[in-house]
């Protein structure tokens, strides 16, 4: 596995960073498959954002609380999936607005655009849950079912079923302070990865604005080979480190050649 | 979403705990996917274990130092996957050599092990950073590719690669302080979530020891439903519980009834 060099690129001060945190008992027994983490990592890459961490909590309160404040004082963004739903285990607005120390109630602008679902008679106080917003938030658009997600600092709070957790974050995205994208290349290395670790380090070190991850892989009729990815946020780092990891395995396929 | 109580289950002295800690740059990238929490969250659930915290950290040994302290002291077991390959940036083996205060180096257990799979020619240096163990640690079986995870203290060091990961899991097993098992049922409240929630909400206050989840789907001709989820490690408590539910679902559906 690999890319540790990522780190360099993204400790620049230029950073937006952020951390994805989960809520869930039904993730943590296995009965639920997350389809959000993969999701939401690849569309913050696209956007250049840089994911650093993702956590995974039960609903319980105190652990959320913990896990926003550790995490909302560490990151330029957070992103939280799931539990704001109707049910008396939905607790993550409550635990939110703990963790920010403010208010909640039922918000009248939630309210609105839960009757444009839910038929007044309905709105029962299960369903009114799902209005309960931290004062001073702003909501995030639910297009697919209404009840809408909130941000409240740097703090964006999203529903965990996966159609809806994807249209709050296309809702939220133009709000978001976003970085320069990574570029990135990719191509087989012909060789086993552990032919390659060694003189692939070697190039990294001459490239350290350059992540080199390598990733073994199993390719029908050749054998165990290896991928390698180079990302940056510059493209001519990019192409001189391109030629230079090619120039290297060009090498290594003359060494293992001569050996065959 | 649902199963809050699950919480009120697992807090009992007897519950044997765990925590995941997912490491690599490439799942917090969003260019891998990862697939072994869902496995390892349902492998765990089915031996008696519950699954309390995830976390994906990346490549950088101060965090990986952090993540399995954080971790280590607060659940029974803590269960690591990637970063123990060949390249630069597998660094799993000596981040957690340094969480535990502990000497590493190459071990002639693993190496031996290497050698069943690997010519003597080609132990490069590379190849032999994989037989790297923390000093007192215990190697665990790797049948799919011969590279050994290990377990110090509490802490399960595993492969990212999924096949070999569930290889590792299985070899451990049997090692493991595993706790009593949670039986479940499922069943179909045939009524919407917002309409169960405040309900079940009542008889869940009766059952403190039974979880009690309600999770929103969508059926083909039916139209919005929901499936309730009773978890409890008392079979007993788990039938009086269940036929609560049931009772409590009868009445909204006569309720229901007399409104269409």
Chains 1, 2 share one sequence.
Do not use: C, W
């Not at 951390?19 to 696209?46: H, P, Q, W």
């Not at 250049?48 to 560490?74: F, H, M």
């Not at 799902?130 to 909501?139: K, Q, S, T």
């Not at 001519?236 to 290297?248: C, F, G």
């Amino acid at each position: 596995m690999s890319q540790t060099e990522a780190s360099t690129i993204e400790t620049t001060d230029s950073a937006v960073t952020a951390a994805i945190l989960v809520i869930g008992d039904e993730i943590l027994s296995g009965r639920t498959k997350d389809k959000n983490i993969g999701y939401i990592a690849e569309y913050l890459t696209n956007i250049g954002i840089d994911l650093r961490e993702v956590r995974v909590v039960p609903d319980i309160e105190e652990e959320i609380v913990a896990a926003v404040n550790a995490l909302r004082s560490r990151y330029t963004h957070v992103f939280t999936t799931g539990g704001i739903g109707p049910t008396h285990d939905d607790i993550t607005a409550d635990s939110v607005a703990r963790a920010f120390g403010v208010p909640i109630d039922v918000d009248e602008r939630a309210v609105k655009l839960l009757l444009e679902r839910i038929p007044k008679a309905d709105l029962n106080e299960a369903r009114l849950r799902m209005a309960r917003i931290p004062e001073g938030a702003d909501l995030i658009e639910n297009s697919v079912s209404k009840a809408p997600g909130f941000s409240i600092g740097n703090v964006h709070v999203m529903a965990g079923v996966p159609t809806i957790m994807q249209a709050m974050l296309d809702a939220v995205t133009p709000r978001l302070k976003t970085g320069k994208k990574i570029l990135s290349r990719s191509f087989p290395a012909r060789a086993k990865e552990g032919d390659v670790a060694v003189p692939l380090r070697a190039v990294q070190e001459h490239f350290p604005d350059v992540s080199m991850g390598s990733y073994p892989t199993f390719e029908e009729g050749v054998g165990p080979t290896t991928n390698l990815v180079l990302r940056s946020r510059d493209q001519t780092r990019l192409d001189e480190a391109e030629a230079a990891v090619k120039a290297m395995l060009e090498q290594i396929h003359i060494r293992l050649a001569g050996r065959a």
